[in-house]
């Protein structure tokens, strides 16, 4: 699969896929989303940011995460709680292993795809 996308796009085509290979993947992506119907652009924040976001990390991704955090923690008491202050710190990963250990989803306390899946369904519960 990784030799398909890097032929099909013009990337020096070697089975292994590089920080290239995940430039032209995220640009790619991007582009895609211009063409969406507002509906779905609606819900374009709580799309997996497409890195593993782990503790000690901070920026835009984080607060995203801090945000769907905290709607949790407004309906979930036994959800430790959080700051959204941009940084990945000891409270964030509490609560992602909270919820990672609720869910069966591995006790990380990192979020990947499978994690970041949850947390967004569960800011979303109405």
């Known amino acids: 699969m990784v030799m398909a996308f890097q032929e099909k796009y ?11 290979d995940w430039n032209v993947l995220k640009t790619t992506y991007d582009n895609m989303l211009k063409y969406y119907d507002k509906e779905y652009k609606d819900f374009v924040d709580d799309l997996y940011p497409g ?29 430790p709680g959080v700051r959204v202050n941009g940084e990945f710190d000891d409270l964030t990963e509490k609560s992602i292993k909270k919820i990672q250990d609720d869910y069966n989803l591995g006790i990380t ?3 990947g795809p499978f994690s970041w899946k949850k947390i967004v369904e569960l800011a979303n519960r109405k």
């Open 109 to 111: 306390g990192i979020v």
């Open 51 to 79: 890195v593993f976001l782990t503790k000690g990390m901070t920026g835009e991704d984080i607060i995203k995460l801090q945000k769907l955090l905290l709607k949790i923690c407004l309906y979930d008491k036994s959800i």
């Open 10 to 20: 013009n990337l020096p085509v070697t089975g292994e896929f590089t920080y290239r």
